[in-house]
């Protein structure tokens, strides 16, 4: 049993179960938490996170690839990387909180009303 | 703050313990068909069995959840176990079951899908954020 949301459509699940476990990571939390104020560069995102460049590399790695994290080039510097908010993939967690809260709806107004049709 | 929780209540023309009673042991009765509710295309039966709520279908049965409290009249706590997130995560449904005037407000509260709260200090900040994408999506109460 799975909420059944799958039939609905799998790959939005299996993106969301991707985007929960990118997010259970706290360094990959504060770097969404920063690129919520604004776009960064990889250099102030490491120090916002207080870890080395290398492994704020990673971190923005794994966060591209989810889908998470844009990333360009900085319009007046190509050596620099700009890195900015994709908020289109923390909408697949919105519609399953959704999804969550139709599902148990659905639930609880047939128990309510079996409970009134006795 | 608590941010990773759907919150769904509803009221009953029963008494607590008759509510806890036909919750659980009515469930095949009243828990909805159809795909979004049963993972079975055909006929199969939900019911608690052992330390467990189970819907049987023609192949075995299937765990729905595993009960960690189990307080008849007042409340009724599952570990989820079909919510499709990473191992890691560990979701978890509490029923609530309390006395409204000549009935009881039932109250289905399903939470720890993001795993958010680990306690980190740092995990405070994207609480917030992430409270303002959940809040429209809560019912009713607060934590």
């Known amino acids: 049993m799975d909420l059944r949301i799958a039939d609905r459509d799998r790959s939005g699940v299996s993106g969301l179960d991707e985007t929960l476990a990118v997010l259970a990571d706290p360094t990959r939390r504060v770097v969404i938490d920063t690129l919520a104020r604004g776009p960064q560069s990889a250099g102030a995102l490491a120090t916002a996170a207080g870890t080395s460049p290398p492994a704020m590399s990673r971190h923005l790695r794994v966060l591209r690839r989810s889908g998470l994290v844009d990333e360009r080039t900085d319009s007046n510097d190509a050596r620099v990387r700009i890195y900015s908010l994709q908020p289109d993939r923390l909408g697949d967690v919105r519609g399953w909180l959704d999804d969550v809260e139709r599902f148990w709806t659905a639930q609880l107004d047939a128990f309510t009303a079996h409970m009134g049709g006795r | ?143």
């Open chain 2, 1 to 143: 703050m608590t941010t990773d929780k759907v919150t769904v209540t509803t009221l009953v023309a029963a008494p607590p313990k008759e509510a806890f009673e036909a919750f659980t042991q009515q469930i095949d009765i009243w828990w909805r068909r159809g795909p979004r509710f049963r993972s079975a295309a055909g006929s199969s039966i939900i019911r608690f069995e052992d330390d467990r709520l189970v819907e049987v279908t023609a192949d075995g049965a299937l765990a729905l959840g595993r009960i960690s409290a189990w307080e008849p009249g007042s409340r009724l706590v599952l570990e989820w176990l079909g919510s499709r997130l990473a191992a890691s995560e560990r979701t978890e449904v509490e029923v609530r079951f309390d006395a409204h005037d000549t009935g009881t407000r039932v109250t289905v509260e399903h939470r720890g899908w993001t795993g958010l709260n680990a306690g980190d200090a740092r995990s405070s900040a994207i609480g917030l954020w992430w409270g303002d994408l959940v809040v429209p999506y809560q019912r009713h109460f607060a934590s």
